[in-house]
């Protein structure tokens, strides 16, 4: 496992060198990037754009384009509020709001504690539960928003 920022750098210098020229660099690349660093922030992607000749547009598209990246560091506790037909009609936009209120940060983003990462999700499986929410493997059906703020006392530590 890397340890400290040099050797990271380091690692993804190798994976630039291996990728350059080659089909499919820019995709390749940003999928070590994330294994390295856990999120490809923007010096990360103009190290990638610089190191494969490419422009930071090509990489930037890349990374914001398909979901398994991020931009970000994630939280310890990945939430998901479900917004899936079931569970929308049900209320989970209701949910998904006091979720950001209760952490005072926006969907897509981490909270100031760094222990908590907002997404919105589409159908998690248990409609029947609706409306449902996960804490990364932790799921919570029939919410109202006022359960919210008990809920997420559990995982602070």
């Given at each position: 496992m890397l340890v400290n920022s040099q050797e990271k750098?380091?690692?993804?210098?190798k994976v630039i060198a291996a990728n350059k020229g080659q089909g499919g660099a820019v995709m390749r690349t940003l999928q070590a990037a994330q294994d390295i660093f856990g999120h490809v922030p923007m010096d990360v992607q103009i190290k990638i754009a610089e190191g494969l000749d490419?422009?930071?547009?090509?990489?930037?598209?890349?990374?914001?384009?398909?979901s398994q990246f991020a931009l970000e560091p994630a939280g310890e506790y990945r939430i998901g509020v479900c917004?899936?037909?079931?569970?929308?009609?049900?209320?989970?936009?209701?949910?998904?709001?006091?979720?950001?209120?209760?952490?005072?940060?926006?969907?897509?983003?981490?909270?100031?504690?760094?222990?908590?990462?907002?997404?919105d999700t589409r159908c998690l499986g248990a409609c029947g539960l609706a409306?449902?929410?996960?804490?990364?493997?932790?799921?919570?059906g029939r919410l109202v928003p006022d359960d919210i703020p008990g809920i997420l006392d559990k995982y602070r530590h």
């Open positions: 750098y380091a690692e993804l210098d490419s422009t930071l547009a090509e990489v930037y598209g890349v990374a914001t384009f398909y917004l899936g037909t079931a569970c929308y009609v049900k209320g989970s936009k209701d949910v998904l709001e006091k979720v950001c209120q209760v952490l005072d940060t926006q969907v897509g983003k981490t909270s100031k504690d760094g222990l908590f990462t907002i997404k409306p449902v929410m996960m804490i990364n493997d932790d799921v919570y």
